[in-house]
C-alpha cells in the first residue's frame, strides 16, 4: 500500500518553507561548491577510520545541491526506507486503518499510564 505518507506534499511544504539560500555570485557560488567537494575528499579517510567503514574507490564524490533539491532528495529517501516498513506494519495488523489510542472509548486500556489521564481531562472540558 504505497502512497501511505502524501510525499510530493512533502517536498512541496519543504521547499515552501524553507528560506532561500544566500544571493551569490556564480563565481562566487563554484568556488564554494568545490570547497565543499574537497572538504568532501578530505573527510573519506577520517570517517573511514571513526565508522571502520570504507567507500569503494569507485564512489562517486559528494554531490552538492541548493537547498529545494536537497529536501528532494532527503523526501525520496526517507520514502524508500518508510514505504516499505509502513507496508510491513500494515500487512502485520491486517488493516490500513489505525486505531487512534488517543479516543476516550480506547484510551484507557491502550494509552500509556501517563497519558491516560488526558482524554479524562479532554472531556471534562468538552474538547473531545
Known amino acids: ?19 532561500a539560500g544566500p544571493a551569490i555570485d556564480p563565481d562566487e557560488a563554484a568556488a564554494e ?12 579517510g577520517p570517517v573511514a577510520e571513526t565508522s571502520r567503514l570504507s567507500t569503494p574507490p569507485d564512489s562517486p564524490e559528494a554531490i ?3 537547498r529545494p533539491t536537497w529536501i528532494s532528495m532527503n523526501a525520496d529517501s526517507m520514502q524508500a526506507l518508510l514505504d516499505p516498513a509502513i507496508d510491513d506494519m500494515i ?6 486503518n489505525p486505531t487512534p489510542w488517543w479516543r476516550p472509548s480506547v484510551a484507557r486500556s491502550r494509552a500509556p499510564r501517563s497519558v491516560a489521564c488526558w482524554p479524562s481531562w479532554q472531556e471534562s472540558v468538552g474538547a473531545v
Open 91 to 96: 500487512a502485520a495488523k491486517g488493516t490500513a
Open 1 to 19: 500500500m504505497a502512497g501511505y505518507v502524501d510525499w510530493e506534499f512533502a517536498k512541496t511544504t519543504g521547499r515552501t518553507l524553507v528560506p
Open 33 to 44: 561548491v568545490e570547497a565543499i567537494r574537497e572538504a568532501a575528499r578530505a573527510a573519506y
Open 64 to 66: 552538492v545541491v541548493d
